[in-house]
């Protein structure tokens, strides 16, 4: 594949404006930082097309020939539409809300329930310590084992999947809680715990045979608390410091990427580790939007509406070549899609501008979750919340509603809106000004400085 210095300087300058618009919206509304995980798969797929676009390429998946449609300004047209929607709704969120609205408030979790979250994470990843010593084989690069049959028929303990999920998101947000909390409380022994738990997840994620998005995912939420604590202490959230460490994390991911990549047959497709990385990247990331676009300029809406709860299926089997479609659908592995390919499949091009605004708002009410959990200290939301904002994102990833409408969603759901009627009775009158310490009676356990707010 051909990577010309033109194509970089357009590359360049469309994930800078791209960055440079989100993180100024970042500065005004924080909860957006975590569509952060969103943005970076939208942004991912726009690269995509823009390759698909400008050069010639094969595409393995459905065995067309890319050519220039006009695909990569419809999708931008999607992105802004969606993205938009989700800043609207949650700066609205955070006006309306007690905890949010006011600058610089932060409330600290209470000290008992810092402690149950952090012993409930630590009990859950001895489990899944207890999993692995049981397990058969785990999925390292270069073992016969894969991360997509580790669950099935090699894990000690496969419940554990379907009761926390593999990924197990609600670790890093929670502990990004504690972590923060504990830190400016100056509470070390509970500090040093979710430090550890911290370390124990991040390999737990490389012995279930997580990647790139593996790792990406649940970081995304850690990292996000970290950037709402400087924004709402007034300080910069680009500074050369997180850069730095920035471009070291992206490195090592991106290295241990290519490790991966030569033990996968796109690498002997593409003629090397490094050339199957970057087919992935520049080809198959946004392929599946493309060839779709090409059908529907063609042939208009092919789809019908029930396809929006399998989108994933739908799409794999209208533009995958038969090999390809037998090996995703039995080995459950799938496209890169993005929501607007199953929209546009489906209701065409005029009518997915509503749907995918429609989701945005979704996405726009579940960021705000999570920022009001990390501004009202509110531990134990966190967990089904964290839930939720994953599930929600899938929409987006998997190009399906499946996980919207599906009983695991409602029950959470319902959970998390319990959670918050018996939270409000508990708390100040929406008039109150929450202090450092929090509201009344959240503090006790904590150090005497601390409750007065001094930490």
């Known amino acids: 594949m051909e ?17 440079f618009l989100f993180l100024r919206e970042v500065t005004k ?20 097309v823009l390759y698909l676009e400008g050069h010639r390429s094969y595409i393995s998946e459905s065995g067309t020939i890319s050519f220039d449609n006009g695909a990569f300004w419809r999708l931008l047209i999607f992105h802004a539409v969606m993205f938009g929607a989700a800043a609207v709704v949650a700066r609205y969120l955070a ?40 397990s058969s084989g785990v999925p390292l690069p270069g073992a016969d084992v894969t991360r997509w049959t ?13 009761v926390f999920g593999k990924l197990m998101v609600f670790i890093p947000f929670v502990m990004g809680i504690a972590y923060f909390a504990t830190t400016r409380a100056g509470l070390d022994i509970e500090r040093r715990a979710t430090i550890v738990c ?60 290519v490790i991966v990549m030569q033990f996968r047959g796109i690498s002997v497709f593409a003629g090397g580790a490094v050339s199957g990385l970057l087919y992935r990247v520049f080809v198959l990331q946004g392929h599946a939007y493309w060839n779709v676009d090409v059908l529907v300029s063609q042939y208009g809406a092919l789809g019908h509406a029930g396809d929006m709860l399998n989108g994933m299926e ?8 038969t090999k390809v479609v037998y090996g995703y659908l039995t080995n459950n592995i ?34 705000h979750l999570l920022y009001w959990c990390v501004r009202s200290g509110s531990i134990m939301i966190a967990f089904p919340a964290s839930y939720l904002w994953l599930w929600t994102h899938s929409v987006y990833a998997h190009a399906s509603l499946e996980s919207l409408v599906s ?49």
Do not use: C
Request: proline share 6%; no cysteine; hydrophobic share 50%.
């Open 407 to 455: 009983p695991k969603f409602a029950v959470f759901g319902l959970a998390v809106v319990v959670a918050l009627f018996i939270d409000s009775k508990r708390r100040q009158p929406a008039g109150f000004r929450p202090s450092a310490s929090g509201p009344r009676g959240m503090m006790r356990g904590y150090p005497a400085a601390v409750q007065a707010g001094r930490a």
């Open 3 to 19: 990577i010309t210095p033109q194509f970089m300087v357009l590359v360049l300058a469309l994930v800078g404006g791209a960055l």
């Open 314 to 321: 739908t799409l794999i089997q209208a533009i995958g070549k």
């Open 150 to 162: 580790y669950w099935e028929s090699h894990a000690g303990l496969p419940f554990l999947a379907l």
């Open 29 to 48: 509304t924080p909860a957006m930082i975590f569509a952060g995980l969103t943005f970076y798969s939208a942004l991912s797929k726009q690269v995509s």
């Open 334 to 367: 799938n496209f890169s899609a993005g929501l607007p390919t199953i929209t546009i499949y489906v209701f065409g091009y005029l009518m997915s501008v509503p749907l995918v605004a429609l989701y945005g708002a979704v996405l726009g009410v579940m960021i």
């Open 95 to 134: 006006k309306r809300s007690a905890a949010t609205r006011i600058p610089g408030s932060i409330a600290m979790p209470p000290r008992r329930k810092l402690k149950i979250a952090i012993s409930v994470v630590a009990g859950v990843l001895g489990l899944q310590a207890l999993n692995l010593a049981l």
């Open 198 to 257: 911290i370390l124990g997840y991040t390999a737990y994620l490389v012995l279930t045979g997580q990647r790139f998005h593996g790792f990406l995912s649940p970081y995304v939420l850690f990292g996000g608390i970290y950037l709402i604590h400087r924004v709402m202490s007034g300080r910069s959230i680009v500074y050369t410091k997180f850069t730095v460490y920035t471009v070291i994390a992206l490195g090592i991911l991106l290295s241990y990427g």
